[in-house]
């Protein structure tokens, strides 16, 4: 079963935005090559359902999303510590752009329903999400 992202806090079908096979992001509730917006391969990132060198966007170390190829600390586009997305290398809790419970997507550092932005059903690298959620 694919991993489903739902707009807010609903699970409903029709709140579908994207659907995750485990390699690959899909546009929907489809998982259709033709609907892949990007492909995951445990490091890199690329657009599509290339695997090729000239569609690779981001690469994720575990704790940083680089810009590119490149793993140089000037890089860094977002980081994680597992729970938090946080902007640039920063883990200050000023940065958190969003918070991760396992299940929903807050808004910043705030776990309340109100500022929930997303619900996963599933389970999807946190680093992939935070390409998603950009």
């Known amino acids: 079963m694919a991993t489903t992202i739902h707009r807010g806090k ?3 079908g029709s709140d579908i935005l994207y659907s995750f096979d485990g390699k690959s992001i899909f546009k929907g509730r489809s998982t259709s090559g033709s609907d ?3 492909t995951f391969d445990g490091k890199h990132i690329y657009k599509g359902r290339s695997t090729s060198g000239s569609d690779l966007l981001y690469t994720f170390d575990g704790k940083h999303v680089y810009k ?3 793993t140089s600390g000037s890089d860094v ?3 994680t510590d597992g729970k938090s997305i946080f902007k640039g290398r920063s883990t200050s809790g000023n940065d958190t752009l969003y918070t991760f419970d396992g299940r929903h997507v807050f808004k ?3 776990t309340s329903g109100s500022d929930t932005l997303y ?4 389970t999807i690298s946190i680093g992939f999400l935070a390409i998603l959620l950009r």
């Open 119 to 122: 619900t996963i059903e599933g």
């Open 10 to 12: 609903s699970t409903s």
């Open 36 to 38: 892949i917006v990007y």
């Open 77 to 79: 586009i977002l980081t």
């Open 108 to 110: 910043g550092r705030s």
């Open 68 to 70: 590119g190829k490149s």
